[in-house]
């Protein structure tokens, strides 16, 4: 037995430490194994407790060994996946909900909570936690962390954290927000003295430290849902339509889709997809209309304003609001039945932020690559998504995505090829940011920022300087 594994089972136990080959390699890959090499790491250690993982961390720091923080691994972007090695720190232990607080809105979290588990304990307090559209065995924690895509995005924004403790490459532990003032009367502010050192943490796939503990805020739980769903031929109308129900802050969330996602979601055998093509336009948005009993009457309201707002634009889909289909309600009710997003083959998407308005030139841009690179334009979907805090279309959320045969090789080369033209093109086209890149895709966008990226550099070396934390995720 090694004398690290040694040292691992000391801090954690025996039975938390493995460096058994066939448990590293159910480590080695994901669901982008097409794109991102898998690779095991060389131990998987089981924490149950934040001082576990402050004498983990201290080991490695000392040792110089790479840490990979793993919540739920299902990340669909290899970003738990090692690049070189190390240590595959697997939170899963760490998994109680240590609050659920009704007055401040909020809860407090270990990384090993499932969505599944904290919207469950939430409804028995007629409350709700943020629902990203994923498997419910995702960490909240990680898919905070990384800012996602939520069902209530438009009301309620992406930004679900105020504060968390992490545990630093060198094993100390920062409270972030208000949780950093010692008599502070709780961790539900994530506004402190100075700089929002909770946002330093976000949006960086594990590589400046390890959350061991998060507050983020819930939302009252809504148990009366509406739909409004229209189709369009006309990507400027469906964007001027979308950018109108955010002037009025109508709904819950909202999205406009290519047909082909909207097909993907509830045509039941995957031969069907394709027979939806043109039934309701090339593009359809929908809006969902949460509320309660109380709030019954904005809803009606907001119901009124919907529909007045898609009658007095140029919508198709046979001249009518069409109902929502039942497997779409499903699938924007919780828990989100995912398998369907995986009828047509494994799942592909290159997703980034950018301006709304510019939809329709984005998505030219996006087809003229596409076609370049010899791909099917019929299997190219494409949607966009609006925030809460881009009510007015200030950034917005773009996916360009394909289902595809993993064991094609002449297929999976077209997508690896468009892929790197396109991680070009994004910032050609105007994009502020890649949503979840996969390792090493940042690298066509860093050397184009600037002081932006020196600086981000700069704090990444202060706080990691022996580049332990998830290595070649970020900064290749
Ligand atoms: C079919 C499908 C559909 C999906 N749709 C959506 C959607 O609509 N909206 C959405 O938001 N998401 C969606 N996702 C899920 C999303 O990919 C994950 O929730 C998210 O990426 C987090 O993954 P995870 O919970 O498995 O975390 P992991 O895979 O464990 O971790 C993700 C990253 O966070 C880091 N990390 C993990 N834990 C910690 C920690 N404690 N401290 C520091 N860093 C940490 C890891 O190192 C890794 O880089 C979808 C996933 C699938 C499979």
Redesign the pocket.
Known sequence: MSRLVRHLEDIVGEENVTDDEEVLWTYARD?QWPFVPPMRPDYVVRPKSREEVQAVMRLAYRERIPV??????????G??IPTQGGIMLD?RKMNRILEINTEMMACVIE?GVTIAQLASECMKHGVRPAV????AT??A???Y??R???HHQWKDGIENVLSMEVVLPNGEVLYTGSWGFPNSPGPYSRYGQGPDLTGLFQNQ??TM????KMCAKLFPYCDIKDWVVAGYDDLNELVRVILEFGKYEIGTSCMGMHWLGFAMIFSGRAEDVMEFKGTWGEYVVWLAIEGTEETKGRMEWEREMAENIVRNSNYVAGGEIFPMPEDLVNEMTYPRD?AS?FRLGS?YAVPFFAQMKLAPVYHEETKKLWLKHGLDYDTCGWFIAPFDYCKHGQSCYYEVETWFDPTNEEERQKLINFTDEYHQKIIEMGAYAYF?PNPGNMSAALPLMGNYAKLWKAIKDLIDPHDIM?PG?VFV
Request: aromatic share 10%; with cysteine; proline share 12%.
């Open positions: 669901q990979i923080p793993y919540s739920a691994g299902i990340n669909v972007r970003l738990c939170m990384p990203p559209g994923c498997p995702a960490s924690v990680a898919n962390s990384l996602g895509l939520y796939p594990g430290g390890v959350i061991t995912v997003w799942y979840r998830n995720k």
